[in-house]
């Protein structure tokens, strides 16, 4: 079996190309040597032709994604159903998270046929639901926060049945940019705390925990009918507590949606895996966040916010009709 994402990752890595073309602030940290993972964890390469075909259409409209850009390791499973979670704003992140693979730098400018183009995928791939997710636009006045809007609308108009999903940066607490985004109606608002706040300055040095929070707790207050979501990494060196803590801490800025995944080592130069969370870590800890009151939980190795989002939307969508009826 071979690894797709992290095996382009690492032989790209080998040459120490991925870090001097795509992470320039990156050169100078020291290596982490990269873990062999755990059977769990690998996946088959990509061979169907829905996968090509997916991947032929957003050549096409020129569309970035975040499951190639990410090396997610689902990349296989999910475009072989058509499912692509769209990345707008350029490929091209303001900021320099210790765990991702997205290329940082300056961006270019914002592209404003972007929103009819990815509205044209999505009506092209007939999606039921979509997740639409972005870099991060710290050097844009609102960060992005219109743009997200209009794509919404687009997508709206041209296929009012999909669900549609945004996962987006916290916009740095700019004036209007969430009233922005919720006024556009997404039907989930998701935004990933990524890892325990303990963490953050190696982790997440650009962000700010409790900002994070704020913003979840926000969408919801200004739209109770959004559904808010939230995900974390595992395996970055967080301790069992301090994951039971952030569930806490969302639940009172009440999210809805919880995903929980492994984290994996994009390159030598990125934050190194402290270990690999073994399945049954992941039960336990979707037994807890229930218990805690969640809506809606995905744990387990290989999940990431988009992964099986539309059959997770539609679970989520049944949970609370049921629980109007009683
Ligand atoms: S899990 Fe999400 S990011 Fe990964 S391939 Fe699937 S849709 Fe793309």
């Given at each position: 079996?071979?690894m797709?994402?992290?095996?382009?990752?690492?032989?790209?890595?080998?040459?120490?190309?991925?870090?001097?073309?795509?992470?320039?602030?990156?050169?100078?940290?020291?290596?982490?040597?990269?873990?062999?993972?755990?059977?769990?964890?690998?996946?088959?390469?990509?061979?169907?032709?829905?996968?090509?075909?997916?991947?032929?259409?957003?050549?096409?409209?020129?569309?970035?994604?975040?499951?190639?850009?990410?090396?997610?390791?689902?990349?296989?499973?999910?475009?072989?159903?058509?499912?692509?979670?769209m990345?707008?704003?350029?490929?091209?992140?303001?900021?320099?998270?210790?765990?991702?693979?997205?290329?940082?730098?300056?961006?270019?400018?914002?592209?404003?046929f972007?929103?009819?183009?990815?509205?044209?995928?999505?009506?092209?791939?007939?999606?039921?639901?979509?997740?639409?997710?972005?870099?991060?636009?710290?050097?844009?006045?609102?960060?992005?926060?219109?743009?997200?809007?209009?794509?919404?609308?687009?997508?709206r108009?041209g296929?009012?049945?999909?669900?549609?999903?945004v996962?987006?940066p916290?916009?740095?607490?700019?004036?209007?940019?969430?009233?922005?985004?919720?006024?556009?109606?997404?039907?989930?608002?998701?935004?990933?705390?990524?890892?325990?706040?303990?963490?953050?300055?190696?982790?997440r040095?650009?962000?700010?925990y409790?900002?994070?929070?704020?913003?979840?707790?926000?969408?919801?207050?200004?739209?109770?009918?959004?559904?808010t979501?939230?995900?974390?990494?595992?395996?970055?060196?967080?301790?069992?507590?301090?994951?039971?803590?952030?569930?806490?801490?969302?639940?009172a800025?009440?999210v809805?949606?919880?995903?929980?995944?492994?984290?994996?080592?994009?390159?030598r130069?990125?934050?190194?895996?402290?270990?690999?969370?073994?399945?049954?870590?992941?039960?336990?800890?979707?037994?807890?966040?229930?218990?805690?009151?969640?809506?809606?939980?995905?744990?387990?190795?290989?999940?990431?916010?988009?992964y099986?989002?539309?059959?997770?939307?539609?679970?989520?969508?049944?949970?609370?009709?049921?629980?109007?009826t009683?």
């Open positions: 079996m071979r797709i994402g992290s095996f382009m990752s690492k032989a790209m890595d080998k040459a120490g190309l991925t870090a001097r073309a795509r992470h320039p602030e990156k050169i100078s940290k020291p290596d982490s040597p990269m873990r062999r993972k755990p059977p769990w964890i690998r996946v088959k390469a990509p061979t169907s032709e829905a996968f090509f075909e997916t991947q032929n259409l957003m050549r096409r409209l020129r569309l970035n994604t975040v499951c190639e850009e990410a090396a997610c390791p689902n990349i296989g499973e999910c475009w072989a159903q058509k499912h692509a979670t990345m707008i704003m350029g490929d091209v992140c303001t900021r320099a998270c210790a765990f991702c693979n997205i290329s940082t730098g300056i961006p270019s400018q914002l592209d404003k972007e929103p009819q183009r990815i509205a044209s995928a999505v009506a092209e791939l007939d999606l039921a639901h979509v997740v639409i997710t972005s870099v991060d636009r710290d050097d844009l006045v609102d960060g992005g926060a219109a743009h997200f809007a209009e794509v919404i609308t687009k997508v108009e296929s009012p049945a999909t669900s549609i999903e996962l987006t916290d916009f740095q607490k700019k004036n209007g940019a969430i009233e922005e985004v919720v006024s556009a109606r997404p039907d989930v608002f998701n935004h990933n705390l990524e890892t325990v706040p303990r963490l953050y300055a190696t982790v040095p650009g962000a700010r409790f900002l994070s929070l704020e913003l979840l707790n926000e969408a919801k207050r200004l739209d109770p009918q959004i559904f979501k939230s995900g974390l990494m595992v395996g970055l060196g967080e301790e069992k507590g301090e994951v039971l803590q952030v569930m806490d801490d969302l639940r800025a009440n809805d949606f919880l995903t929980i995944g492994q984290y994996l080592q994009p390159t130069k990125h934050h190194p895996i402290a270990r690999f969370v073994e399945p049954e870590e992941f039960e336990t800890y979707k037994r807890s966040a229930y218990g805690k009151g969640f809506q809606m939980v995905s744990a387990s190795p290989l999940t990431r916010s988009s099986h989002a539309d059959n997770d939307f539609k679970k989520l969508k049944a949970s609370r009709e049921q629980k109007l009683f």
